[in-house]
């Protein structure tokens, strides 16, 4: 669906609503894509080239990454942590948790090319195996929104992702969670590929089905995972944040950050029985550059 960098219209929370996914082109405004583009140059040098123009010579080390989610937030710049935390992605996932408290549980890029090792055809899938220890219910109380943000422009040739609207699987339980072409000809047969101009978003959940497409030409794909989970759930989530926070970026990014975006990250909240003298002045230790003072009272 064609957009604008004003975000989610009411005509995107239906089509989300009704069939489990929306595409929302040009979901970055031009200097916001500018700037992540200026930051991913830093992180991954010669990735955005490459995409530009395959005829080029592939990125350095192409071929050794093993994880194609190198670099995770907090990212070392401002836009790409400003992207995660973007207004409209938290508007959004709030809508679809019904209102509730909401935290942020994925933020990482991902990076892959023709000839890359995650260069293939996926099966058909949906994602809540590593969301989630349980299951997803169909109920705003628990609802996981999942973001996939478009630094490259995606043609058909350029690795896709493949999503089918969930009008075409009605089955109560969603199990087993990945079908083959054979085993479910149906989910292939409606796929939507993702074509979309870079800065663009697919916005889809852990009951969608969808997968990623190989390369058909010569070139690569620059995109950003993020998503989010309401709140007070421990078994929902993909990234444990506490094993990030020994990186000196994220004690960076945290001692800065204001109170609403430290708390979409689990950290306490002003005025939680959590706070007392002692894990103020331990916090304080740790942290020596972060304003206690809101934790005070």
Not at 88 to 108: H, K, T, W, Y
Not at 173 to 188: C, G, H, M, N
Not at 219 to 240: E, H, K, M, N
Request: net charge negative; charged share 20%.
């Amino acid at each position: 669906m064609a957009g604008d960098s004003s975000g989610f219209s009411q005509e995107h929370i239906e089509h989300y609503r009704e069939h489990g996914y929306v595409i929302v082109e040009n979901f970055l405004s031009a200097d916001e894509l500018s700037r992540s583009h200026d930051e991913i140059e830093m992180f991954i040098p010669g990735w955005l080239d490459y995409a530009r123009d395959p005829a080029g010579p592939k990125p350095a080390g192409w071929d050794q990454a093993k994880d194609r989610r190198r670099v995770r937030f907090p990212f070392s710049g401002s836009q790409l942590n400003a992207n995660t935390l973007h207004p409209e992605l938290r508007r959004f996932a709030a809508i679809m948790a019904g209102g509730n408290p909401i935290v942020c549980e994925q933020s990482d890029l991902s990076i892959k090319c023709k000839g890359h090792r995650n260069d293939q055809e996926q099966h058909m899938h949906v994602d809540y195996n590593n969301h989630t220890l349980a299951y997803p219910p169909d109920l705003p109380t628990f609802w996981q929104t999942a973001y996939l943000l478009y630094y490259t422009d995606v043609s058909e040739a350029q690795a896709p992702t493949a999503v089918c609207s969930r009008r075409h699987y009605t089955e109560r339980i969603l199990w087993p969670t990945s079908y083959s072409p054979k085993a479910r000809p149906e989910l292939y047969a409606n796929e939507v590929k993702t074509i979309v101009p870079a800065g663009s978003l697919l916005a889809y959940s852990m009951r969608t089905f969808h997968r990623g497409t190989a390369f058909t030409a010569e070139g690569a794909r620059v995109a950003q995972f993020i998503t989010y989970s309401p709140a007070g759930y421990p078994w929902l989530g993909i990234v444990g944040w506490p094993e990030q926070a020994v990186r000196p970026e994220f004690t960076t990014w945290l001692e800065s950050a204001s109170l609403e975006d430290r708390a979409l990250f689990g950290f306490p909240p002003p005025g939680h029985p959590y706070w007392t003298q002692e894990t103020l002045d331990g916090v304080s230790a740790r942290y020596p550059n972060m304003d206690m003072t809101p934790y005070k009272t």
